[in-house]
């Protein structure tokens, strides 16, 4: 016995103890869910309006000032999202008892910039939204290949330029790379800054 094993061991993978998928490709769906939420959230909105405008309703005054909506709307969207984010970020993990290494000042200072970015994605996109219901149609069966795009599932040298080109459009695939590394590995915001930057 002590020909085989001279000295007792246990093979542990850094930053992944279970040795499974929920260590890096679950955080990368929360991170996922914060963005396609909101982005549903915002475009079932508008489409609201929209047919309400259609429909001959006047929507108010309010609505002469495009930067004074804008702003507004972002604020609100983000307050509400920020306990959102509390949640699916920290509660979640610790519910499932899935790593944690982040530092708090680390994440907000990345969670609110990757908020801000899907924020203003969602109003853009809401302005090619007609009606309520069109919004499912699209952003429900984007979300698989947004995973596989961000490059958490998939290598990034084999996806094509092209698409590799494409994902940098969504917010998701930038946050998807730097949270992982926040949370599995206990980065900082210096070591994402290229993330941070992209949002």
């Not at 246990?10 to 869910?33: H, K, S």
């Not at 970020?89 to 609110?112: E, I, K, S």
């Not at 924020?119 to 302005?127: D, G, K, L, P």
Request: hydrophobic share 55%.
């Amino acid at each position: 016995d002590v020909m085989t094993m001279p000295i007792d061991n246990e093979y542990v993978t850094m930053f992944n103890p279970a040795n499974g998928f929920q260590a890096f490709l679950i955080p990368a769906i929360l991170i996922l869910i914060l963005q396609q939420t909101l982005v549903l959230g915002v475009s079932m909105m508008a489409g609201t309006e929209n047919e309400q405008r259609r429909a001959g309703m006047v929507l108010g005054h309010e609505y002469d000032n495009p930067i004074t909506v804008l702003g507004g709307k972002a604020l609100a969207y983000l307050i509400v999202y920020g306990f959102v984010s509390a949640y699916v970020l920290c509660f979640v993990p610790w519910l499932f008892n899935m790593p944690q290494l982040w530092q708090l000042p680390t994440l907000m200072a990345f969670v609110v910039p990757f908020l801000m970015a899907s924020i203003f994605f969602a109003i853009t996109i809401s302005f090619f939204v007609r009606d309520r219901e069109s919004c499912f149609l699209l952003f429900v069966f984007v979300s698989v290949p947004l995973i596989f795009m961000s490059g958490i599932s998939w290598p990034t040298s084999n996806i094509p330029p092209f698409w590799k080109g494409f994902a940098q459009i969504f917010p998701s695939t930038h946050a998807i790379n730097g949270f992982a590394r926040i949370n599995t590995s206990g980065a900082l915001l210096q070591d994402v800054r290229y993330e941070c930057l992209m949002l």
